[in-house]
Protein backbone atom coordinates (compact mmCIF):
# COMPACT_ATOMS: atom_id res chain seq x y z
CA UNK A 1 0.00 0.00 0.00
CA UNK A 2 1.93 3.24 -1.00
CA UNK A 3 0.07 5.27 1.91
CA UNK A 4 2.03 6.47 4.73
CA UNK A 5 -0.75 6.00 7.01
CA UNK A 6 -1.10 2.37 7.41
CA UNK A 7 -4.34 2.56 10.13
CA UNK A 8 -7.52 3.98 9.93
CA UNK A 9 -6.45 4.95 13.66
CA UNK A 10 -3.98 7.12 12.34
CA UNK A 11 -6.65 9.97 11.47
CA UNK A 12 -7.73 9.95 15.00
CA UNK A 13 -8.02 13.97 15.95
CA UNK A 14 -7.40 13.88 20.08
CA UNK A 15 -9.39 16.83 21.46
CA UNK A 16 -10.18 16.87 24.78
CA UNK A 17 -13.32 19.05 27.32
CA UNK A 18 -9.81 21.06 28.16
CA UNK A 19 -9.45 22.60 24.65
CA UNK A 20 -13.41 23.41 24.34
CA UNK A 21 -13.19 24.97 27.44
CA UNK A 22 -9.99 26.81 25.95
CA UNK A 23 -12.00 27.58 23.28
CA UNK A 24 -15.13 29.22 24.80
CA UNK A 25 -13.03 31.05 26.67
CA UNK A 26 -10.58 32.74 23.53
CA UNK A 27 -13.77 33.13 21.74
CA UNK A 28 -15.30 35.38 24.53
CA UNK A 29 -12.21 37.47 24.43
CA UNK A 30 -12.55 38.15 20.71
CA UNK A 31 -15.92 38.70 20.50
CA UNK A 32 -15.73 41.54 23.71
CA UNK A 33 -12.03 42.65 23.50
CA UNK A 34 -10.90 42.10 19.73
CA UNK A 35 -14.24 42.39 17.18
CA UNK A 36 -14.59 45.77 18.67
CA UNK A 37 -10.89 46.97 17.28
CA UNK A 38 -10.74 46.17 13.71
CA UNK A 39 -11.90 49.40 12.13
CA UNK A 40 -9.10 51.07 14.85
CA UNK A 41 -6.71 48.61 13.65
CA UNK A 42 -7.56 48.88 9.92
CA UNK A 43 -7.62 52.77 9.76
CA UNK A 44 -4.41 53.72 12.23
CA UNK A 45 -2.30 50.17 11.03
CA UNK A 46 -1.42 49.99 14.57
CA UNK A 47 -2.82 47.17 17.21
CA UNK A 48 -3.72 49.59 19.83
CA UNK A 49 -1.22 49.10 23.37
CA UNK A 50 -4.08 48.28 25.37
CA UNK A 51 -5.68 45.35 23.26
CA UNK A 52 -2.04 43.89 23.52
CA UNK A 53 -1.98 44.42 27.10
CA UNK A 54 -5.37 42.66 27.74
CA UNK A 55 -3.63 39.73 25.58
CA UNK A 56 -0.97 39.36 27.63
CA UNK A 57 -3.34 39.56 30.59
CA UNK A 58 -5.31 37.07 29.51
CA UNK A 59 -2.08 34.66 29.37
CA UNK A 60 -1.97 34.16 25.43
CA UNK A 61 1.48 34.65 25.27
CA UNK A 62 2.49 31.83 27.54
CA UNK A 63 0.11 29.24 25.51
CA UNK A 64 2.21 26.11 24.40
CA UNK A 65 5.35 27.42 26.25
CA UNK A 66 6.56 24.73 29.19
CA UNK A 67 6.07 26.46 33.08
CA UNK A 68 9.16 26.19 33.90
CA UNK A 69 9.90 28.84 31.32
CA UNK A 70 7.01 30.94 32.70
CA UNK A 71 4.04 29.50 30.28
CA UNK A 72 0.98 28.61 30.82
CA UNK A 73 1.48 24.93 28.97
CA UNK A 74 -0.76 23.55 26.39
CA UNK A 75 -0.12 21.35 23.44
CA UNK A 76 -0.34 22.53 19.63
CA UNK A 77 -4.32 22.07 19.49
CA UNK A 78 -4.65 24.52 22.36
CA UNK A 79 -2.32 26.74 19.59
CA UNK A 80 -4.44 26.09 16.82
CA UNK A 81 -7.59 26.91 18.67
CA UNK A 82 -5.97 30.30 20.10
CA UNK A 83 -4.85 31.31 16.82
CA UNK A 84 -7.68 30.31 14.88
CA UNK A 85 -10.45 32.28 17.29
CA UNK A 86 -8.24 35.35 17.36
CA UNK A 87 -7.92 35.19 13.68
CA UNK A 88 -12.15 35.20 13.25
CA UNK A 89 -12.08 38.66 14.47
CA UNK A 90 -9.04 40.22 13.36
CA UNK A 91 -6.22 37.87 11.44
CA UNK A 92 -3.25 40.21 12.29
CA UNK A 93 -4.07 39.44 15.87
CA UNK A 94 -3.88 35.48 15.10
CA UNK A 95 -0.59 36.15 13.71
CA UNK A 96 1.02 38.16 16.32
CA UNK A 97 0.14 35.24 19.36
CA UNK A 98 0.19 32.59 17.42
CA UNK A 99 2.95 32.32 14.09
CA UNK A 100 5.26 35.82 14.86
CA UNK A 101 5.63 34.56 18.89
CA UNK A 102 6.36 30.53 17.87
CA UNK A 103 8.79 31.35 15.44
CA UNK A 104 10.71 32.53 17.78
CA UNK A 105 10.09 30.10 21.00
CA UNK A 106 9.81 26.76 19.06
CA UNK A 107 13.45 26.77 17.61
CA UNK A 108 14.33 27.81 20.87
CA UNK A 109 13.00 25.07 23.23
CA UNK A 110 13.36 22.74 20.49
CA UNK A 111 17.50 23.17 19.85
CA UNK A 112 18.27 26.05 21.95
CA UNK A 113 20.45 25.90 24.75
CA UNK A 114 19.34 25.40 28.88
CA UNK A 115 20.90 29.38 28.82
CA UNK A 116 18.68 30.46 25.76
CA UNK A 117 15.93 29.10 27.32
CA UNK A 118 16.24 30.32 30.00
CA UNK A 119 16.71 34.34 29.43
CA UNK A 120 14.78 34.75 26.46
CA UNK A 121 11.10 32.36 26.41
CA UNK A 122 9.99 33.60 30.25
CA UNK A 123 10.11 37.11 28.87
CA UNK A 124 7.98 36.62 26.08
CA UNK A 125 5.74 34.07 27.76
CA UNK A 126 5.01 37.09 30.53
CA UNK A 127 4.08 38.79 27.60
CA UNK A 128 7.06 41.44 28.70
CA UNK A 129 9.01 41.32 25.25
CA UNK A 130 8.19 41.32 21.48
CA UNK A 131 9.69 38.38 18.99
CA UNK A 132 10.22 38.14 15.28
CA UNK A 133 11.39 35.78 13.34
CA UNK A 134 14.35 37.32 10.33
CA UNK A 135 15.07 34.53 7.71
CA UNK A 136 13.95 35.92 4.47
CA UNK A 137 15.93 38.17 2.23
CA UNK A 138 15.46 39.65 -1.20
CA UNK A 139 17.06 36.88 -3.01
CA UNK A 140 16.22 34.30 -0.70
CA UNK A 141 12.22 33.22 0.24
CA UNK A 142 10.87 30.20 -0.01
CA UNK A 143 14.60 29.21 -1.35
CA UNK A 144 16.06 29.00 2.35
CA UNK A 145 19.59 28.07 1.38
CA UNK A 146 20.13 30.98 -0.68
CA UNK A 147 20.15 33.36 2.39
CA UNK A 148 23.45 35.90 2.20
CA UNK A 149 23.57 37.27 5.37
CA UNK A 150 26.92 36.84 6.56
CA UNK A 151 28.26 35.53 10.26
CA UNK A 152 31.88 35.56 10.41
CA UNK A 153 33.65 34.26 14.07
CA UNK A 154 36.00 36.57 15.86
CA UNK A 155 37.08 35.42 19.52
CA UNK A 156 33.97 34.22 21.42
CA UNK A 157 31.41 36.17 19.06
CA UNK A 158 29.54 36.33 15.76
CA UNK A 159 29.98 39.57 13.75
CA UNK A 160 26.58 39.27 11.33
CA UNK A 161 25.95 41.36 8.16
CA UNK A 162 23.51 41.42 6.25
CA UNK A 163 19.45 42.34 5.19
CA UNK A 164 16.36 41.04 6.16
CA UNK A 165 12.81 41.51 4.53
CA UNK A 166 9.50 40.88 4.70
CA UNK A 167 9.75 40.37 8.87
CA UNK A 168 6.33 40.57 10.79
CA UNK A 169 6.85 41.75 14.03
CA UNK A 170 9.70 43.08 13.66
CA UNK A 171 8.87 46.94 14.09
CA UNK A 172 8.34 46.11 18.03
CA UNK A 173 10.44 43.20 18.28
CA UNK A 174 12.97 43.29 21.47
CA UNK A 175 14.39 39.91 20.26
CA UNK A 176 15.22 38.24 16.62
CA UNK A 177 15.69 35.20 15.76
CA UNK A 178 18.34 35.47 12.75
CA UNK A 179 20.09 33.02 10.35
CA UNK A 180 23.44 34.07 8.82
CA UNK A 181 25.88 32.26 6.74
CA UNK A 182 28.80 30.99 8.88
CA UNK A 183 30.07 29.34 5.77
CA UNK A 184 30.16 29.65 2.13
CA UNK A 185 27.34 27.72 0.37
CA UNK A 186 28.44 24.96 -1.86
CA UNK A 187 26.73 23.76 -4.82
CA UNK A 188 26.51 19.70 -4.10
CA UNK A 189 25.39 21.24 -0.15
CA UNK A 190 23.29 24.39 -0.70
CA UNK A 191 21.70 23.82 2.90
CA UNK A 192 25.24 23.72 5.15
CA UNK A 193 26.90 26.63 6.34
CA UNK A 194 23.48 28.00 7.98
CA UNK A 195 23.36 29.16 11.69
CA UNK A 196 20.85 30.64 13.65
CA UNK A 197 21.51 33.38 15.87
CA UNK A 198 19.08 35.37 18.79
CA UNK A 199 19.98 38.91 18.48
CA UNK A 200 18.89 41.65 20.98
CA UNK A 201 17.04 44.54 19.00
CA UNK A 202 18.92 47.09 20.92
CA UNK A 203 22.50 45.64 19.93
CA UNK A 204 24.84 48.24 18.07
CA UNK A 205 24.41 47.41 14.30
CA UNK A 206 20.62 46.53 14.62
CA UNK A 207 18.07 48.73 13.03
CA UNK A 208 14.81 48.48 11.54
CA UNK A 209 14.28 49.87 8.15
CA UNK A 210 11.20 50.77 5.62
CA UNK A 211 7.86 48.94 6.28
CA UNK A 212 6.47 47.18 3.71
CA UNK A 213 2.78 48.15 2.46
CA UNK A 214 1.35 44.65 1.85
CA UNK A 215 -1.92 44.10 0.65
CA UNK A 216 -3.22 42.94 4.22
CA UNK A 217 -2.53 42.10 8.10
CA UNK A 218 -2.80 46.11 8.52
CA UNK A 219 -1.87 46.76 12.27
CA UNK A 220 1.53 44.56 11.92
CA UNK A 221 2.63 44.92 8.51
CA UNK A 222 6.42 43.37 7.67
CA UNK A 223 9.56 45.51 7.89
CA UNK A 224 13.51 45.59 6.79
CA UNK A 225 15.66 44.52 9.15
CA UNK A 226 19.20 45.56 8.33
CA UNK A 227 22.18 44.09 10.39
CA UNK A 228 25.37 45.77 10.24
CA UNK A 229 28.37 44.23 11.87
CA UNK A 230 26.30 43.21 14.55
CA UNK A 231 28.20 41.43 17.48
CA UNK A 232 26.52 38.26 18.64
CA UNK A 233 28.17 36.13 21.84
CA UNK A 234 28.73 32.86 20.91
CA UNK A 235 26.03 31.45 23.26
CA UNK A 236 23.32 32.90 21.19
CA UNK A 237 23.48 29.94 18.80
CA UNK A 238 20.60 28.41 18.64
CA UNK A 239 21.40 24.63 17.94
CA UNK A 240 24.69 23.76 16.12
CA UNK A 241 27.21 26.12 13.85
CA UNK A 242 25.82 25.49 10.38
CA UNK A 243 23.22 23.31 11.28
CA UNK A 244 20.66 26.01 11.11
CA UNK A 245 18.86 24.65 7.92
CA UNK A 246 17.68 21.71 9.79
CA UNK A 247 16.78 24.22 12.81
CA UNK A 248 14.74 26.19 10.39
CA UNK A 249 12.82 23.24 8.55
CA UNK A 250 12.06 21.50 11.72
CA UNK A 251 10.79 25.19 13.09
CA UNK A 252 8.51 25.82 9.63
CA UNK A 253 7.29 22.45 9.42
CA UNK A 254 5.10 22.83 13.14
CA UNK A 255 4.40 26.63 12.81
CA UNK A 256 3.28 26.58 9.37
CA UNK A 257 0.23 24.92 11.17
CA UNK A 258 -0.23 28.59 12.22
CA UNK A 259 -0.74 30.01 9.06
CA UNK A 260 -3.77 27.19 8.61
CA UNK A 261 -5.22 28.24 11.84
CA UNK A 262 -5.23 31.98 11.17
CA UNK A 263 -6.54 30.91 7.78
CA UNK A 264 -9.28 28.62 8.82
CA UNK A 265 -10.11 31.73 11.55
CA UNK A 266 -10.80 34.75 8.40
CA UNK A 267 -12.61 31.80 6.71
CA UNK A 268 -14.93 31.30 9.60
CA UNK A 269 -15.69 35.32 9.81
CA UNK A 270 -16.27 35.52 6.62
CA UNK A 271 -18.57 32.78 6.09
CA UNK A 272 -20.86 33.96 9.15
CA UNK A 273 -21.06 37.21 7.21
CA UNK A 274 -22.04 35.72 4.30
CA UNK A 275 -24.54 33.48 5.64
CA UNK A 276 -25.98 36.53 7.75
CA UNK A 277 -26.17 38.48 5.37
CA UNK A 278 -27.49 36.16 2.90
CA UNK A 279 -30.41 35.28 5.17
CA UNK A 280 -31.92 38.96 5.65
CA UNK A 281 -31.01 40.00 2.43
CA UNK A 282 -33.76 40.29 -0.51
CA UNK A 283 -34.27 40.26 -4.14
CA UNK A 284 -36.79 39.21 -6.09
CA UNK A 285 -38.69 38.94 -3.28
CA UNK A 286 -37.27 36.39 -1.66
CA UNK A 287 -34.22 36.06 0.86
CA UNK A 288 -31.13 35.40 -1.34
CA UNK A 289 -29.94 32.22 0.30
CA UNK A 290 -33.28 31.06 -1.23
CA UNK A 291 -31.20 31.54 -4.99
CA UNK A 292 -30.21 28.15 -6.09
CA UNK A 293 -26.59 30.16 -6.83
CA UNK A 294 -26.45 31.48 -3.57
CA UNK A 295 -27.33 28.26 -1.24
CA UNK A 296 -25.13 26.58 -3.54
CA UNK A 297 -22.24 29.00 -2.92
CA UNK A 298 -22.75 28.50 1.07
CA UNK A 299 -22.82 24.92 1.08
CA UNK A 300 -19.55 24.92 -0.67
CA UNK A 301 -17.85 27.62 1.96
CA UNK A 302 -19.14 25.45 4.53
CA UNK A 303 -17.41 22.17 3.22
CA UNK A 304 -14.01 23.50 2.83
CA UNK A 305 -14.34 25.45 6.19
CA UNK A 306 -15.19 22.44 8.06
CA UNK A 307 -12.74 20.34 5.62
CA UNK A 308 -9.89 22.74 6.34
CA UNK A 309 -10.43 22.79 10.41
CA UNK A 310 -10.36 18.78 10.67
CA UNK A 311 -7.22 18.76 8.74
CA UNK A 312 -5.68 21.07 10.27
CA UNK A 313 -6.96 19.83 14.00
CA UNK A 314 -5.23 16.15 12.80
CA UNK A 315 -2.12 17.63 11.44
CA UNK A 316 -1.62 19.25 15.15
CA UNK A 317 -2.65 16.40 16.79
CA UNK A 318 0.43 14.11 14.54
CA UNK A 319 2.50 16.94 15.39
CA UNK A 320 1.71 16.67 19.26
CA UNK A 321 2.06 13.02 19.15
CA UNK A 322 5.61 13.57 17.42
CA UNK A 323 4.64 11.18 14.81
CA UNK A 324 7.05 11.35 11.51
CA UNK A 325 4.10 12.04 9.31
CA UNK A 326 3.53 15.44 11.41
CA UNK A 327 5.67 17.40 8.21
CA UNK A 328 3.34 16.01 5.88
CA UNK A 329 0.51 16.73 6.94
CA UNK A 330 1.00 20.27 8.22
CA UNK A 331 2.02 20.63 4.47
CA UNK A 332 -1.83 19.71 3.54
CA UNK A 333 -3.17 21.36 5.95
CA UNK A 334 -1.78 25.01 5.65
CA UNK A 335 -1.75 24.70 1.61
CA UNK A 336 -5.32 23.91 1.42
CA UNK A 337 -6.92 25.84 4.53
CA UNK A 338 -5.02 28.82 3.38
CA UNK A 339 -6.48 28.21 -0.44
CA UNK A 340 -10.03 27.61 1.22
CA UNK A 341 -9.66 31.05 3.00
CA UNK A 342 -8.89 32.66 0.35
CA UNK A 343 -11.74 31.00 -2.15
CA UNK A 344 -14.29 31.48 1.11
CA UNK A 345 -13.67 35.06 0.97
CA UNK A 346 -13.76 35.50 -2.20
CA UNK A 347 -17.58 34.64 -2.31
CA UNK A 348 -18.09 36.09 1.26
CA UNK A 349 -17.67 39.55 -1.36
CA UNK A 350 -19.48 38.21 -3.64
CA UNK A 351 -22.61 37.28 -2.11
CA UNK A 352 -22.55 41.04 -0.31
CA UNK A 353 -21.85 42.45 -4.09
CA UNK A 354 -21.47 46.23 -4.10
CA UNK A 355 -21.40 46.18 -0.03
CA UNK A 356 -19.01 43.52 -0.16
CA UNK A 357 -16.23 45.39 -1.77
CA UNK A 358 -16.73 48.94 0.81
CA UNK A 359 -14.37 49.13 3.23
CA UNK A 360 -16.99 49.86 5.94
CA UNK A 361 -18.78 46.74 6.11
CA UNK A 362 -15.16 44.88 7.00
CA UNK A 363 -16.04 42.24 4.64
CA UNK A 364 -13.03 42.99 2.19
CA UNK A 365 -10.33 42.80 4.56
CA UNK A 366 -10.88 38.95 4.78
CA UNK A 367 -10.02 38.74 1.69
CA UNK A 368 -6.88 40.90 1.90
CA UNK A 369 -5.81 38.77 4.72
CA UNK A 370 -6.65 35.33 3.39
CA UNK A 371 -4.15 35.76 0.22
CA UNK A 372 -0.73 36.87 2.29
CA UNK A 373 -1.47 32.82 3.91
CA UNK A 374 -1.13 31.30 0.64
CA UNK A 375 2.41 33.13 0.04
CA UNK A 376 3.74 33.26 3.63
CA UNK A 377 5.81 30.35 5.20
CA UNK A 378 6.37 28.29 1.87
CA UNK A 379 3.59 29.21 -1.14
CA UNK A 380 1.12 26.61 -1.98
CA UNK A 381 3.19 25.87 -4.74
CA UNK A 382 5.98 25.44 -2.09
CA UNK A 383 3.68 22.81 0.35
CA UNK A 384 2.93 20.87 -2.62
CA UNK A 385 6.59 19.97 -3.05
CA UNK A 386 6.71 19.13 0.48
CA UNK A 387 4.22 16.95 0.14
CA UNK A 388 5.40 15.20 -2.68
CA UNK A 389 8.90 14.88 -1.12
CA UNK A 390 7.45 14.24 2.24
CA UNK A 391 5.62 11.21 0.32
CA UNK A 392 9.11 9.97 -1.04
CA UNK A 393 10.74 10.13 2.59
CA UNK A 394 8.12 8.24 3.97
CA UNK A 395 7.53 5.11 1.70
CA UNK A 396 11.45 5.08 1.15
CA UNK A 397 10.64 6.21 -2.63
CA UNK A 398 13.85 7.28 -4.33
CA UNK A 399 12.92 10.17 -6.90
Do not use: C
Not at 162 to 171: L, P
Amino acid sequence: MLDPFKSILDFRIELREEHELFRKSVRDFAEAKVMPRWREIEESNRVPEDLWRDIVSAGFMGIGIPEEYGGQGGDMLSNIILVEELSRAVGTIGSLVGGVRLLFVTPILRWGSEYLKRKYIPPVARGEARVAHANTEPTAGSDVAAIQTSAKKINDHYVISGRKVFITGAGEADYLLVSARTEVARPERRWWGITTFVVERDWPGVRIGQQFRVIGFRGEQPYEVILDDVKVPEENIVGRVNEGFRVLMDTYDRTRLMVAARSIGIAQGAFERALEYASKRETFGQKIISHGMIAEKIADMYIKLQTARLLTYWAATLVDKDRPEYALASSMAKAYASEAAEWIARQAIQIHGGYGVDFETGVERYLRDAIIGTIVEGTSEIQRLIIVRQLLKLLEIKA
